[in-house]
């Protein structure tokens, strides 16, 4: 889960990290209150939970009150990376003396957390990490032990850091790894973190994003974010959601549900290999393998499809086990587009007597036999009606 | 990580409803089940071994080699610190949804103490006809069969696709190590290709990927090394960019984690990618993999004659 910047501040501020004075504002009116409460010349930022806001207009400066307001009104208006932009926040402009770049994030290399630093920050680091990787530090942690003032110390050392400057420097990389652990984010970035000319260490941006596998432990963390803030979802996936299923939606005919991610994102590519186009991903692996029949509906809700195609391939998830939950969900919905089953590993033999029984329909013994006839009868069909889909973007 | 059929399992979860019924299933297929554990639960007998309250109880009256987690994924690091300080050398860890933090706590402990991590979100490993630890169907004739190719796959469901394609093509496999679908592992694509490479009974490798992290990546620089055949598919590779798919680690996040960047990488290696699953017991022909007799003469330089896709 993404956090918003303004969300991802109060972590960071709660973590013992200066971070700017600022306000969160959802109108122009709101904005123009909180910039003359600031006083000051402010930065306005729509809050949208995409990088490089700063290269797409979504950051905007402002020396009045009315001004605020101004800018404001504007990036309320836009949409930045396909994320409607609801708030924005207007923050008191730092007296930057020096860029500098910091993160902590879970790296599977090390198989630990990673702690990023440069004295190159600001919005081009990408390209400065690509030209010149040495002046990006790479400090792997021990997560046994955690990241000291000690530790810190060396990873800021050796770099072109003024003197004066590095105590508050580790000071706040041991403090970012401490909001890091404490929030179970996967990735705690800050850039620019910035030295100011006064000699503080505060951060202007805030890019956290929580380990999914941690949500459930991270309530107040997850109950604060806002809804808007998460994946843009269609109707059906939508749906998917509330029931624990994840679907996403694609501009295919053949309608396909198979168990665990990886069988199904082979799915796709053999009707891909074929000829075809899958109209959704939809898996119902893992402890959601019970769940086949509210899944199977869903797959059928697409107008779209024009054949269906069953593929199980049973290690923990029983065949058999999902194999009842589609065939009460045809028997039920009785849909009048043709069904395709192949089904294999745990659970089969009863999986495929169910199938024949019940339904009549012939399991294929191969996987691209069942994959060809599906295409090929999507292919026979009525040509679809056009509604395109509104797609689940991530990053 | 292998475990062979003189190994000695235990099983932590074992009193929950999945941990039994799979205690039994992993006991037809070979494996030596000797104990179970569930904290409280001590004393009782499931799937016909007695249960004790820690991993140490149960070390103290058992030898140990090895312990699969059936536990909760906020129980898992518990369970699994619990292996780990008990002195239990192979660790592999079911649950999906743990926190990762917690996996990587667990993976440092276990590195202190010279313990090896299988997972987590892994389905397990298979060797088929010894044992089969995890959730993988073992038991299944037409998917699993002793042979001489090594599989690594990061999915279990996409594994038994694979394993069924090579039995269907006349192969049987020397083993099958699932890695797992999370995005930190204790096990790598690397780590379980090394395995399978010094792994005398394994002539021929087949190597399943998905889109998203660089494991695939990595894993070629080593295969270029190898004299095994390494056939590999990439899963993923026509879904839309950008996508989550379910599997944290298949996200597709710039140009080292996609499809084509593992094909390329992967072909450059000298392994033969192929475009579907079905296309698997072709490659090895081609590469140079001989079905039958595990022992047989494995023409390790066909690889470089044989130009992949």
């Given at each position: 889960?993404?956090?918003?910047?303004?969300?991802?501040?109060?972590?960071?501020?709660?973590?013992?990290?200066?971070?700017?004075?600022?306000?969160?504002?959802?109108?122009?009116?709101?904005?123009?209150?909180?910039?003359?409460?600031?006083?000051?010349?402010?930065?306005?930022?729509?809050?949208?939970?995409?990088?490089?806001?700063?290269?797409?207009?979504?950051?905007?400066?402002?020396?009045?009150?009315?001004?605020?307001?101004?800018?404001?009104?504007?990036?309320?208006?836009?949409?930045?990376?396909?994320?409607?932009?609801?708030?924005?926040?207007?923050?008191?402009?730092?007296?930057?003396?020096?860029?500098?770049?910091?993160?902590?994030?879970?790296?599977?290399?090390?198989?630990?957390?990673?702690?990023?630093?440069?004295?190159?920050?600001?919005?081009?680091?990408?390209e400065v990490n690509r030209a010149t990787p040495e002046l990006v530090r790479r400090h792997p942690v021990d997560i046994t032990r955690g990241l000291d003032a000690e530790e810190a110390l060396e990873v800021v050392a050796g770099t072109d850091l003024p003197d004066a400057a590095r105590g508050a420097v580790a000071d706040a990389l041991v403090r970012l790894y401490g909001v890091y652990r404490d929030s179970d984010a996967d990735l705690a970035e800050v850039n620019p973190l910035v030295l100011t000319r006064a000699g503080d260490v505060v951060?202007?941006?805030?890019?956290?994003?929580?380990?999914?596998?941690?949500?459930?432990?991270?309530?107040?963390?997850?109950?604060?974010?806002?809804?808007?803030?998460?994946?843009?979802?269609?109707?059906?996936?939508?749906?998917?959601?509330?029931?624990?299923?994840?679907?996403?939606?694609?501009?295919?005919?053949?309608?396909?549900?198979?168990?665990?991610?990886?069988?199904?994102?082979?799915?796709?590519?053999?009707?891909?290999?074929?000829?075809?186009?899958?109209?959704?991903?939809?898996?119902?692996?893992?402890?959601?393998?019970?769940?086949?029949?509210?899944?199977?509906?869903?797959?059928?809700?697409?107008?779209?499809?024009?054949?269906?195609?069953?593929?199980?391939?049973?290690?923990?998830?029983?065949?058999?086990?999902?194999?009842?939950?589609?065939?009460?969900?045809?028997?039920?919905?009785?849909?009048?587009?043709?069904?395709?089953?192949?089904?294999?590993?745990?659970?089969?033999?009863?999986?495929?007597?169910?199938?024949?029984?019940?339904?009549?329909?012939?399991?294929?013994?191969?996987?691209?036999?069942?994959?060809?006839?599906?295409?090929?009868?999507?292919?026979?069909?009525?040509?679809?009606?056009?509604?395109?889909?509104?797609?689940?973007?991530?990053? | 990580?292998?475990?062979?059929?003189?190994?000695?399992?235990?099983?932590?979860?074992?009193?929950?409803?999945?941990?039994?019924?799979?205690?039994?299933?992993?006991?037809?297929?070979?494996?030596?089940?000797?104990?179970?554990?569930?904290?409280?639960?001590?004393?009782?007998?499931?799937?016909?071994?007695?249960?004790?309250?820690?991993?140490?109880?149960?070390?103290?009256?058992?030898?140990?080699?090895?312990?699969?987690?059936?536990?909760?994924?906020?129980?898992?690091?518990?369970?699994?610190?619990?292996?780990?300080?008990?002195?239990?050398?192979?660790?592999?860890?079911?649950?999906?949804?743990?926190?990762?933090?917690?996996?990587?706590?667990?993976?440092?402990?276990?590195?202190?103490?010279?313990?090896?991590?299988?997972?987590?979100?892994?389905?397990?490993?298979?060797?088929?006809?010894?044992?089969?630890?995890?959730?993988?169907?073992?038991?299944?004739?037409?998917?699993?069969?002793?042979?001489?190719?090594?599989?690594?796959?990061?999915?279990?469901?996409?594994?038994?696709?694979?394993?069924?394609?090579?039995?269907?093509?006349?192969?049987?496999?020397?083993?099958?190590?699932?890695?797992?679908?999370?995005?930190?592992?204790?096990?790598?694509?690397?780590?379980?290709?090394?395995?399978?490479?010094?792994?005398?009974?394994?002539?021929?490798?087949?190597?399943?990927?998905?889109?998203?992290?660089?494991?695939?990546?990595?894993?070629?620089?080593?295969?270029?090394?190898?004299?095994?055949?390494?056939?590999?598919?990439?899963?993923?590779?026509?879904?839309?960019?950008?996508?989550?798919?379910?599997?944290?680690?298949?996200?597709?996040?710039?140009?080292?984690?996609?499809?084509?960047?593992?094909?390329?990488?992967?072909?450059?290696?000298?392994?033969?990618?192929?475009?579907?699953?079905?296309?698997?017991?072709?490659?090895?022909?081609?590469?140079?993999?001989?079905?039958?007799?595990?022992?047989?003469?494995?023409?390790?330089?066909?690889?470089?004659?044989?130009?992949?896709?």
């Open positions: 889960m993404k956090l918003l910047e303004h969300h991802g501040k109060q972590l960071l501020e709660r973590g013992g990290l200066r971070v700017p004075v600022s306000g969160v504002a959802s109108s122009a009116e709101e904005a123009r209150d909180v910039a003359s409460r600031i006083g000051s010349r402010v930065v306005v930022k729509a809050q949208v939970p995409t990088g490089k806001r700063g290269k797409s207009g979504a950051v905007l400066f402002a020396d009045s009150a009315d001004e605020a307001a101004e800018v404001a009104e504007r990036l309320l208006a836009l949409s930045v990376d396909g994320y409607p932009v609801h708030e924005v926040l207007v923050e008191e402009c730092a007296d930057i003396e020096r860029e500098l770049y910091a993160a902590v994030l879970n790296d599977p290399v090390s198989k630990g957390p990673l702690v990023l630093f440069s004295t190159s920050g600001g919005m081009d680091i990408e951060a202007l941006d805030a890019k956290i994003s929580i380990d999914p596998g941690s949500e459930p432990r991270q309530e107040a963390v997850v109950a604060a974010a806002p809804e808007s803030a998460q994946e843009q979802l269609t109707e059906l996936e939508r749906r998917g959601r509330e029931l624990g299923l994840q679907l996403i939606e694609l501009d295919g005919d053949v309608g396909v549900l198979a168990n665990g991610a990886g069988l199904t994102m082979t799915t796709l590519d053999v009707v891909h290999h074929y000829g075809g186009r899958a109209a959704n991903f939809l898996e119902i692996g893992g402890d959601a393998y019970t769940k086949a029949t509210p899944a199977l509906s869903l797959v059928l809700d697409n107008p779209r499809v024009k054949s269906l195609l069953v593929n199980f391939c049973g290690a923990f998830a029983r065949t058999d086990v999902m194999a009842e939950g589609v065939v009460a969900a045809l028997e039920e919905l009785r849909p009048d587009v043709p069904v395709f089953f192949t089904i294999h590993g745990t659970g089969e033999e009863e999986a495929v007597r169910l199938v024949r029984e019940r339904l009549g329909v012939e399991p294929y013994d191969l996987m691209d036999d069942a994959v060809r006839a599906a295409v090929a009868a999507a292919a026979s069909a009525a040509p679809a009606p056009s509604t395109a889909p509104v797609s689940a973007e991530v990053r | 990580m292998l475990v062979r059929s003189g190994e000695s399992v235990i099983v932590q979860g074992i009193t929950g409803r999945q941990g039994s019924y799979w205690s039994q299933r992993m006991a037809e297929c070979g494996t030596r089940v000797v104990a179970g554990v569930s904290p409280g639960k001590g004393g009782r007998e499931v799937a016909g071994v007695r249960v004790y309250d820690s991993v140490a109880e149960a070390a103290a009256r058992h030898q140990v080699d090895a312990t699969v987690l059936f536990v909760p994924p906020m129980a898992a690091r518990e369970a699994a610190l619990d292996a780990v300080s008990a002195g239990v050398r192979k660790v592999v860890f079911l649950a999906e949804h743990v926190p990762a933090q917690d996996v990587m706590e667990v993976l440092a402990r276990a590195r202190e103490s010279g313990a090896q991590v299988l997972g987590p979100n892994t389905a397990g490993l298979v060797v088929p006809g010894e044992t089969s630890v995890g959730i993988m169907p073992g038991f299944a004739p037409n998917i699993f069969r002793p042979g001489n190719v090594g599989v690594v796959s990061r999915s279990g469901s996409l594994g038994t696709l694979v394993c069924l394609n090579l039995v269907t093509a006349g192969f049987g496999q020397s083993a099958f190590v699932g890695i797992g679908g999370d995005p930190i592992l204790g096990t790598t694509t690397l780590d379980a290709v090394r395995t399978l490479d010094a792994d005398e009974r394994t002539h021929a490798v087949v190597l399943v990927g998905e889109i998203g992290g660089v494991m695939e990546e990595e894993a070629a620089a080593y295969v270029a090394t190898m004299t095994k055949p390494v056939v590999a598919y990439i899963a993923g590779r026509t879904a839309p960019p950008g996508k989550r798919m379910g599997h944290a680690g298949a996200i597709v996040t710039d140009g080292r984690g996609s499809g084509e960047s593992k094909v390329a990488a992967l072909t450059e290696a000298g392994a033969t990618v192929v475009d579907v699953p079905s296309q698997i017991g072709d490659a090895l022909r081609a590469a140079g993999a001989q079905a039958g007799e595990p022992d047989a003469a494995v023409r390790s330089s066909v690889r470089e004659a044989s130009p992949s896709r």
